[in-house]
T-cell receptor, first 112, second 111 residues
């Protein structure tokens, strides 16, 4: 089945220790998104790639970076995680901008 | 300012008791309205896209409708497995990717 896969499902890191979350897709979609979702809140868009074009949301902290080495994979790097970065990180894809987005299962990040 | 408001915040129903969830929106030109279901600890699952007032879509016990100001997600004869948080999101015509999300309605179906 075509799908969006995120690894790991659970990640524990220490305050200030860099962490990388990964996302892969078999849908062959052009757009990949990274969202942050905190408990009982709506997802918050961090950035997205339309093919190789990177788009950063204005309020995304500099601490968050992303890479998309090819169509199938996208990575979220958190350079110096703080306690406030503990959240569920969701990867999503869409065929084109404006189309419905399909989400992965998420990575739950804990910062100690 | 573009905004999405979902009501109620939480809804408890008995199995078989039909009801509706509301998503009210203000946006300068609607490109699309999306409904998602989210189970605890999982990513949102896409349900429906609605594009124009009067449009309706159905899937099993769920039916989504759209007017110029709001959308309803009707759930008919729900079962306990329908328990989840239902999220509504809208996309404005001038934005080709950004979704404006509601806070969700937590639906609990008791057997």
């Amino acid at each position: 089945d075509a799908m969006v896969i995120q690894n790991p499902r659970y990640q524990v890191t220490q305050f200030g220790k860099p962490v990388t979350l990964s996302c892969s897709q078999t849908l062959n979609h052009n757009v990949m998104y990274w969202y942050q979702q905190k408990s009982s809140q709506a997802p918050k868009l961090l950035f997205h790639y339309y093919d190789k074009d990177f788009n950063n949301e204005a309020d995304t902290p500099d601490n968050f970076q992303s890479r998309r080495p090819n169509t199938s994979f996208c990575f979220l790097d958190i350079r110096s995680p703080g306690l406030g970065d503990a959240a569920m990180y969701l990867c999503a894809t869409s065929r084109d901008p404006g189309d419905e987005q399909f989400f992965g299962p998420g990575t739950r990040l804990t910062v100690l | 300012e573009d905004q999405v408001t979902q009501s109620p915040e939480a809804l408890r129903l008995q199995e078989g008791e039909s009801s509706s969830l509301n998503c009210s929106y203000t946006v300068s030109g609607l490109r699309g309205l999306f409904w998602y279901r989210q189970d605890p600890g999982k990513g949102p699952e896409f349900l429906f896209t609605l594009y124009s007032a009067g449009e309706e879509k159905e899937k099993e016990r769920l039916k989504a409708t759209l007017t110029k100001k709001e959308s309803f997600l009707h759930i008919t004869a729900p079962k306990p497995e329908d328990s989840a948080t239902y999220l509504c999101a809208v996309q404005a015509r001038e934005s080709n990717y950004q979704l404006i999300w509601g806070a969700g309605t937590k639906l609990i179906i008791k057997p």
